[in-house]
């Protein structure tokens, strides 16, 4: 049982610096203006994210207590991470529109 548990959070890990590494390749094309400043909210996150599971490689040590307010962050920072990915997808939105809106008047 716990190989699978190292092997999940393992697989975590590697989908999360993948993420990072995207995220770093987009920033060197929309360095600037509202998506160079929303990726690197967006990476900030990511970073906490590969923490948070980089922690829970020690969770079986820990005891049930801290490994369960450590599951309660990640949590956190999951809800923050949606709300804030949400919060940049409509404002980019806005932008395009406004963009569009000027463009044909």
């Known amino acids: 049982m716990m190989t699978a548990y190292y092997f999940i959070v393992g697989g975590a890990i590697i989908l999360m610096l993948l993420g990072l590494i995207m995220a770093i390749q987009l920033k060197n094309v929309a360095a600037g203006g509202t998506i160079g400043r929303s990726v690197k909210i967006i990476m900030v996150l ?11 490689l020690l969770m079986p040590l820990l005891s049930i207590e801290v490994s369960l307010i450590i599951v309660g962050v990640i949590f956190l920072f999951g809800a923050v991470y949606v709300l804030l990915v949400l919060w940049i997808i409509r404002r980019l939105i806005k932008q395009v529109i406004k963009t569009l809106d000027d463009g044909t008047q």
């Open 46 to 56: 990511i970073v906490i994210f590969t923490v948070g599971y980089l922690v829970a």
